[in-house]
């Protein structure tokens, strides 16, 4: 199909547009009436054929998975070397004959199994297969079963027979550091470079290099070794902070959680300053004009991003700056319609100002700047439980985790050693999108729900649609508790503020722990 095809929706909707901006009286409204069926019928044709072809979201989630199965590899290894340098600083003896890196693989066969599914899914998928064919055969290797290593031998014999050089060097670079040791140190540093230059810093490198220098070189070993165990115990002490933190919000999350709606359920969600109330006070229509004009321009958007050369995205991929800028571009290009059509096409033409109709406030009549600033800290820790336990119930339902494509970038650029890589980033997550997202979906649509349907159904509803616009099946639990959390802060609170500071420290929380687990 021609490229031009696919942009025949948006330029129909461009020319409505402009016809119900231009027209008046009836023809306008007539205009704005077809604008808004061909907006609709765009949206849910779209939606519908995700649904019965989802190729292009599966590509994106297979990903993401793929790139998120370092992540317990790396914490089961940290925590291993952690508790083991724990016991040679208490029993004065190590916990066993083997070094403690070396004992770190030991009990990783669960999450080993994990990776190779998801490294499996994405491999004929993936731009660089035989860097994640290279991923695959480290946690075969290091699973140690022998069915597992017989196809991690395979694997690598079938890089090695490649016509392509760089694949051929790879799969030596393997076949060396896990079946057949390099004949001579000329081999041993070629293959490092191999390695160096292949595979970004984190797990997979470290276990290839650590498997190579143990087959061609002791002192190479050794040397590394200790690094590695030096690093990972740094990394342990980090984690272990960061944790015992999570634990404190955690319970202190769940006594307060018990509190909100034990009071919520009393009081029947009745505001005790009527004047104060989270909701705006137009039909719910407006609610889905906004919401059907927002996913139409998003689609649009994406026809027109298909027409950027390839080479160019690509290119853009390699450099982590540039990625973390087109990122927050990008976020703010598909957000900010949505604010701007809440103004334009709700608000204004009824005389109402947006920062006041979503009560964008530091103040309230019973709570100051500090007690926002509280509450937005307090309903943070109220989402550990809660996500914790959608955590749990989406196990059951075979979800192994969130499949959002920004934990990858995330990951990624906790391994980079750029800050301002770390520095965009976390603005775009933590700041950037806290803020277009509560205005969006606690502000607005809370605030339109609660109006015409009342508090329990607006905390319901405001929720489900949070969690799934984000197109995320793996952490659909996970997204639908955290937006309930929100709206219910939204409602107790009624100021947004706290909401920015909730959202924000989740999102930077997830950005400081990946920096504390691979920096």
């Known amino acids: 199909m021609p490229p031009f095809v696919n942009l025949i929706p948006s330029l129909v909707l461009g020319v409505l547009s402009v016809l119900a901006l231009v027209l008046k009286d009836r023809a306008k409204l007539i205009a704005g009436r077809i604008l808004l069926s061909a907006a609709t019928l765009l949206v849910v044709g779209f939606y519908a054929m995700m649904l019965v072809n989802p190729t292009g979201i599966n590509k994106l989630q297979t990903g993401a998975a793929a790139a998120r199965v370092e992540v317990p590899l790396k914490i089961h290894a940290m925590f291993s070397v952690g508790i083991g340098r724990v016991w040679e600083a208490v029993f004065s003896r190590k916990p066993g004959d083997k070094r403690i890196i070396e004992v770190s693989t030991a009990g990783i066969g669960p999450v080993a199994k994990t990776a190779v599914v998801a490294l499996d899914k994405f491999v004929k998928e993936s731009p660089d297969p035989a860097v994640t064919k290279a991923k695959l055969i480290a946690v075969l290797c290091a699973g140690a079963k022998k069915k597992d290593c017989q196809r991690a031998d395979k694997l690598s014999e079938d890089l090695v027979k490649s016509a392509l050089d760089r694949e051929h060097k790879i799969g030596e670079a393997l076949r060396s550091a896990f079946f057949k040791a390099p004949t001579s140190a000329e081999k041993l540093q070629e293959h490092e470079k191999?390695?160096?230059?292949?595979?970004?810093?984190?797990?997979?490198?470290?276990?290839?290099?650590l498997s190579l220098y143990r087959a061609g070189d002791k002192r190479l070993y050794d040397t590394f070794a200790t690094k590695l165990e030096d690093n990972y115990c740094a990394s342990f002490y980090k984690a272990s902070a960061l944790f015992s933190i999570g634990v404190i919000g955690f319970l202190v999350g769940l006594v307060f959680l018990i509190i909100q709606l034990g009071f919520v359920s009393?009081?029947?969600?009745?505001?005790?300053?009527?004047?104060?109330?989270?909701?705006?006070?137009?039909?719910?229509?407006?609610?889905?004009?906004?919401?059907?004009a927002w996913q139409a321009t998003q689609i649009c958007m994406g026809q027109l991003l298909k027409l950027l050369p390839e080479g160019a995205l690509k290119a853009l991929g390699h450099n982590p700056i540039g990625l973390a800028l087109f990122m927050m571009v990008s976020y703010l290009v598909t957000m900010g319609p949505a604010i701007l059509y809440i103004h334009f096409l709700v608000l204004k033409p009824r005389g109402l100002s947006l920062v006041k109709s979503l009560n964008i406030r530091w103040k309230t009549a019973s709570a100051g700047p500090f007690k926002m600033l509280t509450a937005g800290v307090l309903y943070w820790c109220a989402c550990l439980p809660l996500v914790v336990l959608a955590s749990i119930l989406a196990g059951y339902t075979g979800s192994t985790g969130s499949d959002n494509p920004v934990l990858a970038q995330i990951v990624s650029a906790a391994k980079g050693p750029d800050p301002t890589v770390l520095i965009l980033l976390f603005f775009t997550i933590?700041?950037?999108?806290?803020?277009?997202?509560?205005?969006?979906?606690?502000?607005f649509l809370y605030g339109v729900l609660r109006s015409n349907k009342?508090?329990?159904?607006?905390?319901?509803?405001?929720?489900?649609?949070?969690?799934?616009?984000?197109?995320?099946?793996?952490?659909?639990?996970?997204?639908?508790?955290?937006?309930?959390?929100?709206?219910?802060?939204?409602?107790?609170?009624?100021?947004?503020?706290?909401?920015?500071?909730?959202?924000?420290?989740?999102?930077?929380?997830?950005?400081?722990?990946?920096?504390?687990l691979f920096s």
């Open 194 to 209: 191999t390695i160096e230059t292949t595979l970004p810093p984190g797990w997979f490198r470290d276990y290839i290099l």
């Open 454 to 516: 009342g508090a329990f159904l607006a905390l319901i509803g405001s929720a489900f649609v949070f969690s799934a616009i984000h197109l995320d099946k793996g952490g659909l639990f996970m997204l639908f508790s955290i937006g309930f959390v929100l709206a219910l802060c939204y409602e107790r609170t009624r100021s947004l503020i706290p909401c920015f500071i909730t959202h924000g420290m989740w999102n930077g929380g997830t950005l400081i722990l990946s920096v504390a």
């Open 266 to 292: 009393r009081r029947d969600l009745r505001q005790i300053a009527e004047g104060e109330k989270p909701e705006i006070a137009v039909p719910l229509s407006s609610a889905f004009v906004v919401l059907v």
């Open 430 to 443: 933590a700041v950037l999108a806290p803020i277009c997202e509560e205005i969006i979906f606690r502000g």
